[in-house]
């Protein structure tokens, strides 16, 4: 069955379609509310969470407005910065820098935490500094082109030709 | 349109992040639709931000989706059991219908059950009033038949007061009774005494005359029968009823002499 269809049905409330969109997305979307949150525990019940509400919310999704990754990207995004905001200053602070990479590939020897530390590291070798953080604010922080712009300090166009830069560098080092 | 070119501008790249308008993505979206190495190069994009999101991820216990499932259909299974069973919708109907009924006819009980819980009380306090009155009529009738009695007592001697100069249309009647030493005055055709006076009661003899106070008409506005009872110890001759400064006099005023009568031989 393809996406299309399995969407589809998925949107017919077929739990069967669900849980195979589960197999398909469920690690990544947990992945990045672990890069947004760096508390695995944390990001294990969140991302049931999430997928909760992309369940209810499954009529929402609209294809002629983009990708369907895109689009539980965006609700998981979004539900782990509300749960961020909702913590201590303190857990904020934490979070404050631009490149959200910093923790989690420093944080990983915590019991129960699986991150494939090495794999991480590997995609993002050789990765210049501006690349982790233009990554990190359009993947992992729903900026927008012009937000990221603004809050790195760079031409408009820059964002996206750097952004492309960057993750052409990443499958360059997955094709290693 | 140059493929290339719009490929390598980095859109499709921003298009997968989502961090392009609605209008810039419906765009993207018809060009990925007219052009196969625009939707396969979208999709090489996606692979690779899925590969580094999934090696991110905190790990997931095989049964996670189980509970996920456990909670959705949770909260979903209400609606699946109506859709479910689609034949039965008269009986849903019969069964709604019914309890509407049932609770229509509730509601009506409970608010009979207080009007009459209310209808019960007025009618208790009805019943306590009725009671008062009754046994207020009783012992007034008591009272009365106590004084007809007295009255209608053989011993009894009828005196008739006259109205004299100060009130000629006063008269009064003495109930004397000489075995038992009293006296019932019936006052009725005494007006009323002005404010600060009473009518203050005489018994006489005659030879000479000399007058002993037996009492005051006291109340005299308040006593509905104007029948006054007395103790009498005299060997009375003749009684009289004189107005007198509140509270009464030693000596009778004999200008306000009301009435005056003697007792029959």
Not at chain 2, 86 to 92: A, L, R
Not at chain 2, 227 to 234: G, H, I, P
Request: net charge negative; glycine share 6%.
């Amino acid at each position: 069955m393809n996406l299309d269809a399995l969407i589809e049905n998925f949107q017919k409330k077929d739990v069967s379609a669900f849980e195979k969109l589960y197999n398909m997305y469920g690690e990544n979307i947990c992945g990045v509310i672990n890069v947004i949150l760096k508390d695995s525990e944390r990001s294990k019940e969140i991302c049931q969470d999430v997928f909760i509400k992309v369940w209810n919310n499954s009529s929402s999704y609209d294809a002629s407005k983009g990708r369907f990754f895109t689009w539980i990207l965006n609700i998981a995004r979004n539900t782990a910065i509300d749960e961020l905001r909702s913590k201590s200053n303190k857990e904020q602070k934490r979070n404050l820098s631009i490149d959200s990479f910093v923790g989690i590939l420093e944080e990983t020897e915590e019991m129960g935490n699986q991150v494939d530390v090495i794999g991480l590291k590997k995609m993002l070798k050789g990765l210049k500094e501006l690349c982790r953080e233009i990554i990190s604010l359009l993947y992992f922080k729903g900026y927008t082109q012009k937000e990221a712009a603004e809050e790195l300090g760079i031409p408009l166009g820059t964002v996206k030709t750097r952004n492309r830069n960057c993750i052409s560098q990443i499958r360059k080092n997955n094709a290693l | 349109m140059d493929v290339e070119k719009y490929i390598a501008s980095g859109i499709l790249e921003l298009y997968v992040s989502g961090a392009l308008s609605p209008k810039e993505n419906e765009e993207v979206q018809g060009y990925a639709r007219q052009y196969p190495e625009i939707q396969k190069e979208i999709e090489a994009i996606e692979a690779t931000i899925l590969d580094l999101t999934k090696k991110a991820s905190p790990g997931m216990p095989p049964t996670s989706f189980e509970s996920i499932a456990s909670k959705i259909k949770k909260d979903d299974s209400p609606i699946i059991e109506l859709d479910s069973k689609p034949k039965s919708g008269w009986v849903t109907y019969l069964g709604w219908t019914a309890s509407i009924i049932l609770a229509i006819g509730l509601v009506w009980t409970y608010l009979q059950n207080n009007e009459l819980k209310s209808d019960i009380e007025v009618t208790n306090k009805t019943m306590e009033q009725l009671k008062d009155s009754l046994s207020n009529i009783k012992l007034e009738i008591t009272n009365k038949e106590t004084i007809l009695e007295e009255l209608r007592n053989k011993d009894v001697s009828v005196v008739l007061l006259q109205g004299q100069q100060v009130s000629p249309a006063s008269y009064a009647k003495v109930f004397w009774n000489a075995s038992n030493e009293v006296v019932t005055i019936d006052a009725q055709g005494l007006p009323s005494p002005p404010e600060g006076y009473d009518y203050q009661v005489w018994s006489l003899t005659l030879n000479p005359l000399t007058p002993t106070s037996i009492g005051l008409l006291s109340d005299f506005d308040s006593n509905e029968d104007k029948l006054f009872t007395l103790e009498n110890t005299n060997e009375s001759q003749a009684f009289g009823i004189t107005l007198e400064p509140e509270g009464g006099s030693e000596t009778p005023t004999l200008e306000q002499l009301y009435t005056l009568g003697t007792v029959g031989p």
